[in-house]
C-alpha cells in the first residue's frame, strides 16, 4: 500500500518569509513518481512538479525548489521568499510506475500554507 | 492548449436525482481519472481509464457510482440516486502514458439536498 503523510496541516507566515513542507512517502515500488500541487483558493489543482525516484537531483524553479532525499522517503518543497499569492493548500503525490500501482495517484492530506502581508 | 474541461462547474440537486458529470480530457492523453474531494476523506481516486477502458474501479463508492468513456475525448461520472453524502467536489484528470503527470480540471462542486 502507498502512503503520503504531510505532517505540518497549517502553516503561516509573513511575506518575505521561507517557508518548507514537509512530505514524506511510503511504497513498496522500486519505481515511482512523486509530485507537488497547488490548490488556491478559487479551488483547480495545478500541478507543480514531477520527480522520479531514480533521479535525486534538487530542483530549483523560480522561488521554488525541491528536495528529494530516497533515504528518508523524503520529498519536501521550499518556498524561498513567500507571497501572499502563495497561499493555498498544498499537496504531494506519490503514482507506482507500473502494473497495478499505475494511476493510483496517491495524495497526503495538505497542507494550508497562509502568507501574511 | 485546453486543459481539462468540466461541466458542469457546479450542480445542486435534491436527494433520489440522477446526476451527470462530464469531462473532456486533454487532446492525446490517454488516461482520464475521476477523484473525490471531501473534508473528510480529502483526494480519493474513484476510478481510471485507459485508452477508454476502465482499468481500476475500486474506489468506486458502491453501485450508486458508474462511470463510461465512450471516446478518446468524453467521460461521465453518473451517480443514480445521489444522495447527501455525495456532496463534494469531483475531479477529472488526464496524462499521457509517458509523463505521469496529471492535469486536472476545474472540478464540479456538488450538492445534494
Known amino acids: 500500500a502507498q502512503k503520503v503523510t504531510q505532517a505540518q496541516t497549517e502553516i503561516s507566515v509573513v511575506e518575505k518569509e521561507d517557508v518548507t513542507l514537509d512530505c514524506v512517502y511510503e511504497t513498496r515500488d522500486t519505481t515511482y513518481y512523486l509530485f507537488w500541487y497547488k490548490q488556491p483558493p478559487s479551488g483547480e489543482l495545478v500541478f507543480l512538479i514531477r520527480?522520479?525516484?531514480?533521479?535525486?537531483q534538487n530542483e530549483i524553479s523560480g522561488r521554488y525548489s525541491w528536495n528529494f532525499q530516497k533515504s528518508t522517503s523524503s520529498f519536501n518543497f521550499t518556498i524561498t521568499a513567500s507571497q501572499v499569492v502563495d497561499s493555498a493548500v498544498y499537496f504531494c503525490a506519490l503514482n507506482g510506475a507500473g502494473g497495478t500501482s499505475y494511476g493510483k495517484l496517491t495524495f497526503g492530506q495538505g497542507t494550508i500554507l497562509t502568507v501574511h502581508p | 492548449d485546453a486543459g481539462v474541461i468540466q461541466s458542469p462547474r457546479h450542480e445542486v440537486t435534491e436527494m433520489g436525482q440522477e446526476v451527470t458529470l462530464r469531462c473532456k480530457p486533454i487532446?492525446?492523453?490517454?488516461?482520464l481519472f475521476w477523484y473525490r474531494q471531501t473534508m473528510m476523506r480529502g483526494l480519493e481516486l474513484l476510478i481510471y481509464f485507459n485508452n477508454n477502458v476502465p482499468i481500476d474501479d475500486s474506489g468506486m463508492p458502491e453501485d450508486r457510482f458508474s462511470a463510461k468513456m465512450p471516446n478518446a475525448s468524453f467521460s461521465t461520472l453518473k451517480i443514480q440516486p445521489s444522495e447527501p453524502r455525495d456532496s463534494a467536489v469531483y475531479f477529472c484528470a488526464s496524462s499521457r502514458t509517458e509523463t505521469y503527470e496529471q492535469y486536472f480540471g476545474p472540478g464540479t462542486r456538488l450538492t445534494v439536498t
Open positions: 520527480r522520479n525516484s531514480f533521479d535525486e
Open positions: 487532446s492525446g492523453h490517454d488516461y
